[in-house]
């Protein structure tokens, strides 16, 4: 075939060299006459590559020399690359080509992943991964179309890495953590980075192995004498791999610091001082964030008394940030006078009242943004607060944390008028009752724009709690694919305001207020 090709375009130009003037005057002036060139294309096609016998044993031989290539064999990469800008010239590259080699390309590699999982430890599995995603772009750039790149890598690494995310992580995370391993761990995590869902398993093997680890330090009495100083050496190593390894992703960040709470909290009979300050200051931290944003707190004094003994205790560092923290609400609450102030000036209408804590981020703890829809009023609002904010502090950045938002909603049931008290994202799924009676577990995903698992546990908390406002179907305590929702019209409680909690994530444990 590659002979009968070359034979042919070395003809087709010499015919066309001949009539050249011909195919540039009169062809060129007649747009239904096609050029000497494009015509001898359409006849190789016709009388010669339609044959289907003759195209499938030029495409399946094609495919057996790059399947043979995957297989170590030295194969004629030129011979590969005339063959297809044969079928690009034709233009029958996808058609007849792309479909199939995407086929069995991923035939193939369902079972190079197989055979990878069973046979090879994690160090040479990963390796060996990112040396046959360099040999496929390699492959595209030696005779591949370059728009069969996209296609083909993504194959490889769903069949190589995607169908064997737990797999891959059960042979060895464990191994590599354990031995500090950094520069395996990167590469873990820049081809855990590339598949769906990769970094999500990742990040919760990595919070099982911190728990795990920390609690045989913190359930063995006999570490009681050494205990922080391996509490410290853990968090340094595991500081260092997210700094190296993990590109100081923010989310494993977050989930190291809950993770080390977990386990210590096992500890609650220890004093605070046991665990070292830099632990404890972030455990305190978080508590006391929690206590402020939430209005839990005893009395501001009784907390300004608290920071003025660390203080004594531990020192100015230690407390700073805490102090910047109750600085934060004391500044809030002036802005939140201002503001209402503001909207009364600028006749801004609306029936929604608006509180705003704007916290500074080297005080507080870190909180991950969440990308949500919120109903348009509300989107007004936060537009008007950032206008007044920004009017008065130039050059500042407001990032909303909507996972810290509450609110209050008022309620119409058969059986009264109630006051619920609410996050923000139970707020956003029952607002969507003011337009329909009911909805699949789906089209709520859609509308609020939550991510999976934040809206289960936000529908178990509206449907599956005590105060069930909500009426799941079917009926059940977990919230499954394809559940439907209903508003709950005979839902009654004794008492006018109602505080639904939302539900918390599974192994968090918190300091009790």
């Known amino acids: 075939m590659d002979k009968c090709w070359q034979d042919h375009a070395r003809q087709m130009s010499m015919i066309r060299n001949i009539f050249l003037f011909l195919d540039r005057t009169y062809v060129f002036q007649i747009s239904m006459l096609s050029s000497i060139w494009d015509m001898g294309l359409e006849l190789f096609k016709s009388y010669i590559i339609r044959d289907q016998n003759v195209q499938s044993r030029t495409i399946d031989g094609i495919l057996l020399l790059i399947e043979k290539e995957r297989n170590g064999e030295m194969i004629d990469r030129c011979l590969i690359q005339r063959l ?48 046959l995603l360099e040999e496929e772009v390699d492959r595209v750039r030696a005779y591949l179309s370059l728009n069969t790149q996209k296609l083909l890598i ?157 203080k004594q205790e ?51 703890p870190t909180y991950i943004p969440k990308e949500i829809h919120l109903p348009p009023e509300m989107e007004r609002l936060q537009e008007n607060f950032k206008n007044f904010y920004l009017s008065k502090h130039s050059g500042r950045k407001l990032q909303w944390q909507s996972s810290l938002g509450h609110c209050v909603l008022k309620a119409e049931f058969k059986k009264g008028k109630k006051e619920l008290q609410v996050t923000l994202f139970q707020t956003l799924v029952l607002l969507m009752f003011n337009e329909g009676d009911h909805f699949s577990l789906e089209e709520i995903k859609m509308a609020t724009g939550l991510e999976d698992r934040e809206l289960r546990r936000t529908l178990q908390s509206l449907a599956c709690g005590r105060a069930r406002v909500l009426i799941k179907n079917p009926k059940g305590k977990d919230v499954e694919d394809g559940d439907r929702f209903f508003c709950n019209e005979e839902f009654k409680h004794k008492l006018f305001k109602i505080k639904i909690n939302q539900i918390q994530e599974k192994e968090t444990v918190f300091f009790s207020s």
């Not at 479909?99 to 590699?109: A, D, H, I, M, S």
């Not at 993770?259 to 006391?288: C, H, M, W």
């Not at 700073?320 to 503001?342: A, V």
Request: hydrophobic fraction near 40%; charge should be positive.
């Open 314 to 364: 531990c020192g100015t560092a230690f407390t700073n940030k805490l102090q910047g923290m109750f600085k934060d609400m004391e500044l809030s609450k002036d802005t939140m006078i201002q503001l209402k102030q503001y909207m009364q000036n600028q006749n801004i209408p609306g029936n929604i009242e608006l509180t705003v804590n704007i916290l500074t981020t080297s005080f507080w």
């Open 154 to 310: 993504a194959i490889v690494e769903k069949q190589l890495l995607g169908e064997h995310l737990s797999a891959v992580l059960q042979k060895g995370l464990s191994y590599l953590l354990d031995e500090n391993r950094v520069e395996d761990l990167s590469v873990l995590y820049q081809l855990f980075s590339r598949v769906e869902f990769g970094v999500q398993v990742l990040l919760q093997h990595w919070i099982d192995y911190i728990k795990k680890f920390g609690n045989s330090i913190v359930t063995n009495p006999v570490k009681d004498k050494t205990m922080v100083q391996e509490l410290l050496d853990f968090k340094d190593k595991i500081d260092f791999i997210i700094a190296t390894s993990f590109l100081k992703n923010e989310k494993f960040i977050v989930a190291m610091k809950d993770a080390f709470e977990t386990f210590i909290n096992k500890r609650s009979n220890k004093p605070a001082q046991l665990l070292g300050k830099d632990v404890f200051e972030a455990f305190y931290k978080k508590d006391l964030a929690r206590r402020l944003l939430l209005g839990k707190s005893a009395s501001v004094d009784a907390e300004k008394s608290m920071l003025s003994k660390l």
């Open 84 to 131: 297809l800008s044969m079928l690009s010239d034709l233009q029958i590259y996808q058609v007849s080509f792309e479909n199939k080699f995407l086929e069995e390309t991923n035939r193939f590699y369902a079972a190079e992943g197989r055979k990878l999982v069973q046979k090879k430890e994690i160090p040479g599995c990963l390796y060996h991964i990112k040396n």
